[in-house]
């Protein structure tokens, strides 16, 4: 069946580093692709989507670009800050079935 | 804003006594779904209603049960709760369009203690 994988976290960067975070996916004919970002203690936010293949989504510094060929969205940002210490999930989501999560990546970032 | 919200942010009960977390939703969007998330997973959907229409994850147990009343509303009811079930519940809402990017909006969550 369909499925996300994520790099293993923690990550831990320091304030204005680069951030890559790997997310590869399994599937069949041709998902949607969603990054969701978790704050401690509350509920998941879209972080941004590409909905076909070549599509890059993009939000708050945040861009993942959906690539087929490698079957890959992987979430990047310039430099991070302090606040963008979350848990952030990859996710897929087929016509008419509910999302694939991946089992989160967390980010801390220090000053 | 329209938006998803839960009731209680943080619901403590007892093992084995009955508990009710609920779902509101003012997007109007027709398809509610509940999610369990341990710490430090991702979350696992439990059940969702198209509609009216409920449909069960086949691995869900059946200690949980879920009722729709209305549009808004969307409950989870977890008839005898044991200490595996303490959790993040999440309720989430989309609207289904065909062909749609099927994106979901989620509540804040829940989070159930079980003493």
């Known amino acids: 069946g369909d499925s996300v994988t994520q790099m293993e976290g923690p990550v831990t960067l320091s304030e204005e580093a680069f951030l890559t975070i790997n997310c590869t996916y399994t599937?069949?004919?041709?998902?949607?692709l969603f990054w969701y970002v978790q704050y401690p203690g509350e509920g998941l936010q879209l972080l941004l989507k590409?909905?076909?293949?070549?599509d890059k989504g993009s939000n708050k510094g945040f861009e993942a670009t959906y690539r087929k060929e490698t079957t890959s969205f992987h979430l990047e940002k310039g430099s991070v800050q302090v606040s963008d210490s979350a848990v952030y999930f990859c996710?897929?989501?087929?016509?008419?079935?509910?999302?694939?999560f991946g089992k989160g990546t967390t980010l801390s970032v220090s000053s | 804003d329209a938006m998803v919200i839960q009731n209680p942010r943080y619901q403590v009960t007892q093992f084995g006594k009955p508990v009710t977390l609920s779902c509101s939703q003012t997007?109007?969007?027709?398809?509610m779904y509940w999610y369990q998330q341990k710490s430090s997973q991702a979350p696992k959907l439990l059940f969702h209603?198209?509609?009216?229409?409920?449909?069960n994850e086949a691995d869900t147990p059946d200690n949980f049960q879920s009722r729709r009343p209305n549009t808004s509303f969307c409950f989870l009811d977890i008839r005898s709760p044991g200490l595996g079930d303490a959790a993040m519940y999440l309720c989430?809402?989309?609207?289904?369009?065909?062909?749609?990017?099927?994106?979901?909006?989620f509540g804040p969550g829940t989070r159930l203690t079980v003493l």
């Open positions: 989430a809402t989309s609207r289904a369009i065909a062909g749609g990017p099927g994106e979901q909006f």
């Open positions: 599937a069949t004919g041709y998902p949607s």
């Open positions: 590409a909905t076909k293949a070549d």
């Open positions: 996710a897929l989501k087929q016509a008419g079935t509910a999302l694939i």
């Open positions: 997007l109007n969007h027709n398809v």
């Open positions: 209603y198209y509609d009216k229409d409920f449909n």
